[in-house]
């Protein structure tokens, strides 16, 4: 009896599971990731310029616009987190981060109203005192 030889081809790793490949370290992930672009977003904005003895109303300007961009950072990383700790809480949280948009927006509001009163200011230099003296007598 002569023997067929075996031509079916074997794959070893056939219904095999794969092992997950672990995460590389240097590369961070989920939330790591949100905070890592937080530090690149606070990073390219930078830090605000010095203000010499009196500011004027383009420095406020320019501060308030610096303030606009850190908070809008903070705020997408915030959102981030407590997005990510909704999604993995067994329990109810609240995203509560409106606040924080309203906060921020009232923030740079203040600064921005500041800086158009401090810009007239800078064109009327009796502007301030008329105004001071007209507040001051309500």
Request: include cysteine.
């Amino acid at each position: 009896m002569t023997r067929i030889p075996d031509t079916r081809i074997h794959y070893a790793s056939a219904g095999a599971v794969r092992r997950p490949r672990p995460a590389d370290p240097a590369r961070p992930t989920g939330i790591q990731l949100n905070y890592a672009n937080l530090l690149d977003n606070l990073a390219e904005v930078g830090a605000p310029h010095l203000i010499g003895l009196r500011a004027s109303g383009a420095d406020i300007e320019e501060r308030a616009e610096h303030l606009r961009k850190v908070l809008d950072a903070v705020t997408s990383y915030v959102k981030a987190v407590v997005g990510d700790t909704r999604y993995h809480a067994a329990c109810t949280i609240h995203d509560e981060t409106g606040f924080l948009v309203n906060a921020a927006s009232d923030i740079v509001g203040a600064l921005r109203n500041a800086g158009e009163r401090q810009a007239a200011d800078d064109t009327d230099p009796a502007g301030w005192m008329r105004r001071y003296y007209a507040e001051t007598a309500r």
